[in-house]
């Protein structure tokens, strides 16, 4: 299936190449802030999926400290000497690189790491559901137009068959066979036509403003679309339904309930004890310009483990394992809402889809037949043989039924779109 999106005119500000839809859900794509909002999103959450961030990598710091004071010194020793002085130098240097390397808490580690992934995951998810939205809603916006345009092109046709009719109403007036209410009513149907040309070219005027915002194109933006609307109609509901999970909304959902599930997994783990294995090397030096200790320096290595076992917090922990808990309960009756409901859009998106391709084939019989009724009487009241009455019903016909059958084509398409962006199958 082929669908032509031509836009000419001043997107840029200069004449554009014509483009087809697929180039314009791109266009959509590329500009879209909400999906820049979701792209960030899933960068931010890859970087954070880190073992680092989860603390399972070891952690190195470096300190240096160096004060350097002035001091009154008075001191007596055991050997009779006394030590006074005043503006007394002090330098007191402190350095220490130490590496710590946790060894185990519970595999909070491990539950934050995996945590850290399904998130990574998730958001990547909700911005395969973005894209599906902008598609579904372009797609929309475009066949929007189509449909009013084919309004248009309805009101434009009996617009025609009036201006016959006032033409014949003036020739017969001519020849003596038609009077003023003739004419007068022949003007007003046609002036009535031709107002509510204007208001369906405002109409498709914004709804082209409304598909350059989709885009993300200046409003003010020119552009023309030529099309007709054309509906798969291969679609099945058994297979819409088996593969309602591959939606990613749904995924989304599941990974919540994941999610929510290493959160109880790292929260238990805070009531396990901790080992931490330690090493670094430290160096200290203090130094005085009098007094009886001039110089003390020491330096070297160290290694050490710790081990921290939580007695008593007031069962804090606990209490917060169990709020964890019902957040995963909570996670997993949202996401079985969501399935219904989305179940539930489906069958309904599938009964306006089915009901309107059975209306369809009716309803395009009715409309050639309108067309046709209109021509016979409109050559009817050229001979005397119809009133300028029976000319405005087989109007009213026509028009009705050219109405119907857009609206059809549209609904039936619109139903389309939305099964396929339920059913995570939107593509060009």
């Not at 240097?93 to 995996?114: D, E, F, H, Q």
Request: charged letters at 20%; proline letters at 2%.
């Amino acid at each position: 299936m082929l669908y032509f999106f031509l836009l000419y005119g001043s997107l840029t500000g200069r004449a554009q190449d014509v483009l087809r839809l697929p180039d314009a859900v791109n266009i959509a794509l590329k500009n879209s802030l909400d999906i820049q909002l979701a792209k960030n999103d899933v960068e931010a959450n890859t970087i954070l999926n880190n073992r680092g961030v989860a603390g399972g990598l070891p952690l190195v710091t470096a300190t240096v400290t160096d004060n350097e004071q002035v001091s009154t010194i008075n001191q007596k020793l055991n050997t009779g000497v006394s030590i006074t002085r005043n503006a007394a130098a002090v330098n007191n240097l402190n350095s220490n690189l130490s590496i710590s390397m946790l060894l185990y808490n519970g595999n909070r580690v491990v539950a934050a790491k995996s945590r850290l992934a399904q998130l990574q995951k998730q958001s990547q998810d909700l911005l395969n559901s973005q894209i599906q939205d902008i598609i579904g809603a372009v797609m929309t916006g475009y066949y929007d137009i189509v449909r009013q345009q084919s309004y248009l092109i309805t009101i434009e046709r009996s617009i025609d068959a009036s201006r016959q009719q006032l033409e014949i109403v003036q020739t017969s007036q001519k020849a003596g066979l038609a009077n003023n209410a003739d004419l007068f009513q022949a003007q007003i149907d046609l002036n009535a036509l031709l107002q509510a040309q204007l208001s369906q070219q405002l109409i498709i005027e914004q709804a082209k403003t409304e598909l350059l915002r989709l885009l993300t194109l200046k409003p003010d933006s020119v552009i023309a679309i030529k099309d007709t609307i054309l509906v798969d109609q291969t679609i099945s509901l058994d297979n819409l339904l088996n593969n309602i999970h591959q939606n990613p909304d749904i995924l989304a959902s599941d990974e919540q309930v994941r999610i929510n599930e290493l959160i109880v997994r790292e929260t238990a783990a805070f009531r396990y004890p901790s080992v931490r294995a330690t090493a670094g090397y430290n160096f200290n030096r203090n130094q005085a310009a009098a007094g009886q200790l001039l110089l003390n320096q020491n330096y070297g290595p160290s290694v050490g483990l710790s081990i921290g076992i939580p007695i008593y917090n007031g069962s804090i922990f606990r209490r917060q394992q169990k709020v964890a808990e019902i957040n995963v309960r909570n996670a997993e009756l949202n996401k079985q809402v969501l399935i219904r409901d989305y179940r539930s859009q489906v069958v309904k998106s599938y009964q306006t889809y089915a009901s309107t391709l059975k209306q369809l084939a009716t309803e395009q019989q009715n409309y050639i037949l309108s067309g046709q009724l209109l021509e016979l009487v409109l050559k009817r009241f050229q001979f005397k043989q119809a009133t300028i009455v029976d000319v405005k019903n087989a109007q009213q016909s026509f028009e009705a039924s050219g109405f119907r059958l857009v609206n059809l084509n549209y609904a039936a398409k619109s139903a389309e779109i939305e099964l396929k962006r339920l059913g995570n199958q939107l593509a060009l």
